[in-house]
C-alpha cells in the first residue's frame, strides 16, 4: 500500500504561482497512475491532474495551460506547478493513486492553497 504526504500549499496572491509535492512511501508508486484532486469548502472532492505511468497528462478544463503534473519514479514523488491562481482555486489539494479512474490509496492530509483576490 501507498502512504501519501502532501506540502507546499500556502497563501499567494491572484495570478500568482505555488508547487505542490506529494511524496509517495510504500510499494507500487512507479505501476500506478497518480492524481492531484482539491476540495473546496462545501464541494465535492475533484481531480484536477493526472499523469499515467509513462507520463501522459491529462487536467481538468479548469486548469488546463495554468496547471502541470509531473513525476519523478526515482524519488516517488509528483509534483503539480500551479501558475496563474485564481481564487477558485482556493482549496485543499491532495494526491492519490488511481486506478479505473478511482483513487485507490489512503488519502493523506492534504495541503491547503488559498489565493487572495
Known amino acids: 500500500q501507498v502512504q501519501l504526504v502532501e506540502s507546499g500549499g500556502g497563501l499567494v496572491q491572484v495570478g500568482g504561482s505555488l508547487r505542490l509535492s506529494c511524496t509517495a512511501s510504500?510499494?507500487?508508486?512507479?505501476?500506478?497512475?497518480m492524481g492531484w484532486y482539491r476540495q473546496a469548502p462545501g464541494q465535492q472532492r475533484e481531480l484536477v491532474a493526472s499523469?499515467?505511468?509513462?507520463?501522459?497528462?491529462k487536467y481538468a478544463d479548469s486548469v488546463k495551460g495554468r496547471f502541470t503534473i509531473s513525476r519523478d519514479n526515482v524519488k516517488n514523488t509528483v509534483l503539480l506547478q500551479m501558475n496563474s491562481l485564481k481564487p477558485e482555486d482556493t482549496a485543499v489539494y491532495y494526491c492519490?493513486?488511481?486506478?479505473?479512474?478511482?483513487?485507490?490509496?489512503?488519502w493523506g492530509q492534504g495541503t491547503q492553497v488559498t489565493v487572495s483576490s
Open positions: 510504500g510499494r507500487g508508486f512507479s505501476i500506478n497512475a
Open positions: 492519490n493513486t488511481i486506478r479505473d479512474g478511482r483513487a485507490t490509496s489512503p
Open positions: 499523469i499515467g505511468t509513462i507520463s501522459i497528462t
